[in-house]
């Protein structure tokens, strides 16, 4: 019932993530946060099992961490992003396996902007636009439309919001609030939330 979105641009990378957290039928909270920085270029987007999410995304933050302070220097995005599909993988095959679907996304002064597709089963993929949830399959045809190799970060905003007012007309789950950020050369920010309120206000 959760959605997140990726859009990446020329040099930056924006992803959404919806802000409620549902237990079956009874929403518990409309400000969880689903956006994690896990370094000051690289951010994740995640959802799946409530605990599952939460532990898996502060394993990877760790030893990502953790690899800075014995060699001196952050994983890349691409090189983050094989990081968490292999510890994925590694635990699908044990008795303990995490059920989370999620976007890593990074700037890197050589490699630019990545945006890396990963589900619960592991699969990883570099990706231009994407969503996962329900959420992201109304998404698909607003990203081919309106996505285009030169990209501002002003049109990332707009397709996004484009997005979230399709989910709210067709999915009949309730999904108000939108967190959005964004990371580029200048690191990571959170832009205004994607809600009900803003997109009915006019332009």
Do not use: W
Not at 21 to 32: C, T
Not at 92 to 115: C, H, I, Q, W
């Amino acid at each position: 019932m959760e959605t997140i979105l990726g859009i990446k641009g020329p040099d930056f990378v924006m992803v959404a993530a919806d802000k409620t957290h549902a237990h079956s039928i009874v929403v518990m909270k409309n400000d969880e946060n689903k956006i994690y920085k896990i370094s000051d270029n690289l951010l994740m987007a995640t959802i799946g099992e409530a605990g599952d999410t939460v532990q898996f995304t502060e394993y990877i933050a760790k030893n990502i961490a953790l690899y800075k302070m014995r060699n001196g220097y952050d994983l890349s995005p691409k090189a983050a992003a094989h990081f968490t599909r292999r510890n994925l993988a590694d635990y699908l095959r044990s008795r303990t396996p995490y059920f989370v679907n999620m976007f890593v996304a990074g700037y890197d002064e050589k490699e630019g902007a990545e945006l890396q597709y990963i589900d619960y089963l592991a699969n990883a993929k570099s990706v231009k636009y994407g969503g996962q949830g329900y959420g992201g399959m109304f998404c698909a045809s607003i990203f081919d439309r309106y996505h285009h190799d030169a990209l501002t970060q002003e049109e990332a905003y707009d397709v996004l919001k484009k997005c979230v007012a399709e989910v709210h007309k067709r999915l009949i789950i309730n999904l108000p609030n939108f967190k959005v950020s964004v990371v580029d050369k200048d690191g990571i920010r959170n832009l205004d939330d994607i809600t009900t309120q803003t997109l009915a206000a006019p332009a």
